[in-house]
């Protein structure tokens, strides 16, 4: 009996050693993994080049410096912002650019550009944006308007000209309107998908800076702007945005409400970074960063103005871009 008793504990004694041995061998493997996994981020060198919507810029700032601070310190990655139109130009050309955000999708005119110049590109859409309307801070009258309202204030060939032309309580002043300039992909799709391709009054104030409108607004009482809920967020303490009767009652643009499926839909648009798959094949720097892009855009949407995307669609472009490795 002592004897059995004795071989128990030898046994008992055996198997927890090997599930410490097991333990280790596997804390071991992960360790040598992630730090094979470090190894090759730090082994990255050379540069990455983005530039297109000002829009998504915060975005991918954001993203950027991150990259450069906690993944990959010897790969510069540079951040422009010349708009979603421009950036296309310098994109769709020979040597150029690695990545361009668009505040809209590609063009017909773009990719049958792309095919010419046998450039292959991959759509990656990072966000959901929602068009917002800015007033001036001391506007205490137009806080909330209709879908049509402003709509008729930008059109060319709205009777409306002066606020009263809204509302005969409003000030009788002309409104002075602003908004980006026919670079951007922000213009494009208040053109396209909100005017639906009518003209704009020629008395709109088009800037190429967002930083401008953000100026403009902030100095005048009777002004009116329009850009990505990101420069409003940014700039509350020199404006206030318009909220936005749809029908149901005035919404308010917040990343609650921007979603496709929201109350906010009519003026929410997905907006995309494109990549050159061409050069994420030739340059693992390009790629490294476009798969670090998918897989933190949605944990730093929020701190730049922007609701997240779906997971299912982030899950599915990583699956494609870790194929290209």
């Not at 927890?16 to 996994?37: F, G, R, T």
């Not at 410096?65 to 310190?73: C, L």
């Not at 450039?119 to 209709?146: C, P, Q, R, S």
């Amino acid at each position: 009996m002592k004897k059995m008793k004795q071989w128990g504990i030898m046994l008992g004694l055996l198997l927890m050693v090997s599930i410490l041995a097991a333990c280790a061998s596997s804390s071991a493997e992960k360790k040598e993994e992630n730090n094979s996994s470090d190894k090759a981020s730090e082994e990255l060198e050379g540069s990455v080049v983005i530039d297109g919507s000002g829009t998504v810029y915060p975005l991918m700032a954001n993203l950027a410096e991150s990259y450069m601070t906690n993944e990959a310190e010897n790969v510069s990655v540079e951040v422009s912002r010349a708009g979603t139109s421009a950036g296309f130009q310098k994109f769709l050309a020979e040597d150029g650019t690695d990545f361009n955000d668009a505040s809209r999708q590609m063009k017909d005119e773009e990719q049958a550009l792309a095919e010419e110049l046998d450039i292959e590109v991959k759509e990656l859409k990072v966000a959901l944006d929602g068009l917002t309307f800015v007033i001036h801070k001391d506007n205490d009258w137009a806080k909330e308007m209709t879908e049509e309202d402003l709509i008729q204030a930008f059109l060319s060939d709205s009777p409306i000209t002066k606020w009263s032309d809204i509302n005969p309580d409003w000030p009788d002043e002309e409104i002075n309107l602003y908004g980006p300039n026919e670079n951007h992909g922000t213009y494009e799709f208040f053109y396209e998908n909100i005017l639906e391709e009518q003209d704009l009054k020629d008395s709109v104030n088009l800037q190429q800076e967002y930083s401008s409108l953000v100026n403009l607004i902030s100095e005048d009482e009777y002004g009116i702007a329009f850009f990505g809920f990101g420069y409003y967020v940014n700039n509350q303490d020199k404006m206030q945005a318009v909220s936005v009767d749809f029908g149901d009652g005035a919404v308010e643009p917040s990343l609650d409400t921007i979603a496709e499926d929201g109350d906010y839909a009519p003026f929410t648009r997905p907006v995309f970074t494109y990549l050159n798959v061409n050069q994420a094949k030739e340059k693992p720097q390009v790629l490294d960063f476009a798969i670090y892009v998918l897989e933190n855009m949605n944990d730093v949407a929020g701190e730049t103005g922007f609701a997240p995307i779906p997971e299912d669609e982030v899950s599915q472009n990583l699956t494609d871009l870790n194929e290209l490795k």
